[in-house]
T-cell receptor
Framework: ETGVTQSPTHLIKTRGQQVTLRCSSQ?????VSWYQQALGQGPQFIFQ???????GRGNFPPRFSGLQFPNYSSELNVNALELDDSALYLC??????????????FGPGTRLTVL | KNQVEQSPQSLIILEGKNCTLQ??????????LRWYKQDTGRGPVSLTI?????NTKSNGRYTATLDADTKQSSLHITASQLSDSASYIC???????????FGPGTRLSVLP
């Protein structure tokens, strides 16, 4: 176990709805990254938060947004859900904003299904 | 365009056999390369991480190699076990930004 937790484990939503996914980072880590992993594909970087500020973003539309709290836990919000948003959403924590040099520890993921 | 390619897409081997997975990348400038193991429906777990100056790194039965000149890496698994059945993902970090480029993974199945 990596010490990174995510909730919920599974979630079913309908098209057009909004969803919030949550991640608790490993103790002592101040950086959280979010990834989307479609079935049979590698994870795609959504964005990263370092000390409560967005610190990099991948090629995802603005309806994907996030927050990081003072305790370094994080939320991923997705508005106006589309069928293609169905995926495993992974959260990873690391010990510094310069996560390139540091190890990332992944949570178990949240499986989102959009009907 | 920064890309990571992996081969084969899937692989089936018998328990006890060795295998080698390949990773080619075009990410530049290069910072480091990681191999992850991902069980179905779970988050990836790190196996190795290598920087530009490292050619090989081992973690138990897993040995990763890196050729920064040809931009290739391999992951060799020795004496495979049933529990090695998983997806193996190669991830390359660029020296700039906070982006990690993930490969599509190789799906390994170890049969008894």
């Amino acid at each position: 176990e990596t010490g990174v937790t995510q909730s919920p484990t599974h979630l079913i939503k309908t098209r057009g709805q909004q969803v919030t996914l949550r991640c608790s980072s490993q103790s002592g880590h101040n950086t959280v990254s979010w990834y989307q992993q479609a079935l049979g594909q590698g994870p795609q970087f959504i964005f990263q938060y370092y000390r409560e500020e967005e610190n990099g973003r991948g090629n995802f539309p603005p309806r994907f947004s996030g927050l990081q709290f003072p305790n370094y836990s994080s939320e991923l919000n997705v508005n106006a859900l589309e069928l293609d948003d169905s995926a495993l959403y992974l959260c990873a924590s690391s010990g510094s904003g310069r996560a390139l040099a540091n190890e990332q520890f992944f949570g178990p993921g949240t499986r989102l299904t959009v009907l | 365009k920064n890309q990571v390619e992996q081969s084969p897409q899937s692989l089936i081997i018998l328990e006890g056999k060795n295998c080698t997975l390949q990773c080619n990348y075009t990410v530049s400038p290069f910072s480091n390369l990681r191999w992850y193991k991902q069980d179905t429906g779970r988050g990836p777990v790190s196996l190795t991480i290598m920087t530009f100056s490292e050619n090989t790194k081992s973690n138990g039965r897993y040995t990763a190699t890196l050729d920064a000149d040809t931009k290739q890496s391999s992951l060799h698994i020795t004496a495979s076990q049933l529990s090695d059945s998983a997806s193996y993902i190669c991830v390359v970090s660029s020296q700039y930004g906070q982006n990690f480029v993930f490969g599509p993974g190789t799906r390994l199945s170890v049969l008894p």
